[in-house]
């Protein structure tokens, strides 16, 4: 064999010398600058330019760990609880808020339209007062512009400001709608956390119903006297939510959420406008659109419905709300259980048609009780469905835009609660409250058609 010359290897050619640590060449230099200039330009965002390292696996955070966990899952269940309490009371003091102000459906139905602002305000707000304020932020803004909507509504002013106070209160719900869900939607055994969480929402929204309709029916008291109840509620949210989050602040949020892609600029910018991620956060927008819009139409209007169509008496007709928001309560904490072993895709696929044929059995047959028990099983069919959405998107995106991509499709899809709540109202003008069921069947149909668009569902992606 013929002999090999070997060559010697030039160590300063291809490994860096120690002075060559100490003293960064030019070039090096010229490349920090351009970080530096791009970290200046979003210094909200300090890990914009280079995407973390994976290669460490990732600790998944649960209800009970770390130990504010704790603390904090109680302190959003408050949260939860209240945002269900504000939403359910529209139903339950619209036929007196008609009385008292002298209002038609179309003028009473724009305090459903009003909280539409405060949604899209705090769907483009969420991602920015996370990177600059942290969880922390959000444990105290929320909180604070419910109080304020509530001690305006305490003294009840003119129906106009009543309208624009009214987008306090659902800025306040949707912030915290967005936080809270895509903070739990990571966790483990996420079906079950958000079904609790969820299902603190339905409990909310089945007692303020009841308790409000108490108050006027059987106590005679105004209809604004629930909302002194209400001040001292938010009260109690400022105080627990503040203490649990007060040390979640921006720079643990940035790094518990570095970001794993090589795209720059804003993190809602490449949830909402660059694929794949796109695809996902706009059907989980369009699909909670409809959702909202079902269970806040349902809930706001069959009072309503029950009184003038079903000819019920005002007290039973108000406890329909009330098996409504029940069968939601029921629905979220059963099924959250059924959901995660038979896995989001398959499961609402399963239940929105059960939701469908209750609703057709709520139009078709004119008998009140069957009417009462009909929407009540639909809320339990239909509780599970939120969460399952916030679930689900965690498995289809990266980590460092579940915020940004949850926050958004929470927070715009709640707006669906104030869009077709106030359609309905205005078509009620001309053609009457019946009109509700034909709504409701068509959102039903399309949100089915919208999930089955998105794509399978697998693990949580890092």
Not at 4 to 24: C, F, G, M, N, T
Request: with cysteine; glycine share 8%.
């Amino acid at each position: 064999m013929d002999p090999i010359e070997l060559e010697p290897v030039h160590v300063k050619q291809d490994a860096p010398s120690l002075s060559s640590k100490r003293a960064p060449s030019t070039h090096a230099h010229s490349l920090n600058s351009t970080r530096s200039v791009a970290l200046e330009a979003d210094d909200a965002d300090r890990n914009e330019t280079l995407p973390s390292p994976t290669t460490a696996p990732e600790q998944i955070e649960r209800w009970n760990s770390p130990r504010i966990n704790v603390y904090r899952i109680f302190a959003t269940f408050w949260s939860f609880t209240i945002m269900g309490m504000n939403d359910a009371t529209y139903g339950a003091i619209i036929p007196y808020l008609e009385t008292y102000y002298d209002l038609s459906y179309t003028v009473v139905s724009l305090i459903f339209l009003s909280p539409f602002v405060g949604y899209n305000v705090a769907a483009i707000m969420n991602n920015t007062v996370h990177l600059k304020l942290g969880q922390r932020g959000v444990a105290i803004i929320a909180p604070i512009c419910h109080l304020i909507a509530y001690i305006v509504i305490a003294v009840h002013p003119p129906y106009p400001v009543l309208v624009v106070v009214f987008i306090l209160a659902g800025l306040g719900n949707g912030l915290e709608d967005s936080a809270w869900n895509a903070w739990t939607g990571a966790m483990a055994n996420a079906n079950e956390v958000l079904g609790c969480l969820h299902g603190c929402y339905g409990l909310g929204a089945t007692i303020a119903p009841l308790i409000a309709t108490t108050m006027i029916t059987k106590a005679g008291l105004p209809w604004y006297s629930w909302y002194y109840c209400m001040i001292a509620f938010a009260c109690i949210e400022l105080a627990t939510s503040t203490a649990a989050f007060w040390t979640a602040t921006a720079a643990a949020f940035r790094d518990a959420h570095p970001r794993t892609s090589d795209e720059g600029g804003s993190r809602l910018r490449e949830a909402t406008l660059r694929a794949p991620a796109a695809r996902v956060t706009w059907l989980g927008a369009f699909f909670l659109l409809g959702y909202v819009g079902i269970e806040v139409a349902l809930g706001g209007w069959i009072v309503t419905f029950m009184i003038q169509v079903r000819h019920g008496a005002a007290f039973a007709s108000g406890m329909t709300a009330t098996g409504f928001w029940l069968g939601i309560t029921v629905g979220r904490l059963v099924l959250g259980f059924v959901t995660g072993r038979i896995g989001e895709k398959l499961a609402i696929a399963i239940y929105l048609p059960l939701a469908l044929a209750l609703e057709l059995l709520f139009w078709l047959v004119p008998q009140f009780y069957v009417s009462a028990v009909a929407v009540s099983l639909q809320g339990f069919f239909l509780g599970p469905m939120f969460p399952a959405v916030m679930v689900a998107c965690t498995k289809l995106l990266p980590k460092h835009l579940h915020v940004s991509s949850i926050g958004f499709a929470a927070a715009f899809g709640g707006s669906g609660g104030a869009i077709f709540p106030f359609v309905v109202g205005v078509i009620a003008q001309a053609k009457g409250v019946q009109v509700l069921q034909p709504v409701v069947v068509t959102l039903l149909a399309v949100i089915w058609c919208l999930w089955m668009c998105l794509p399978k569902i697998g693990r949580k992606k890092v």
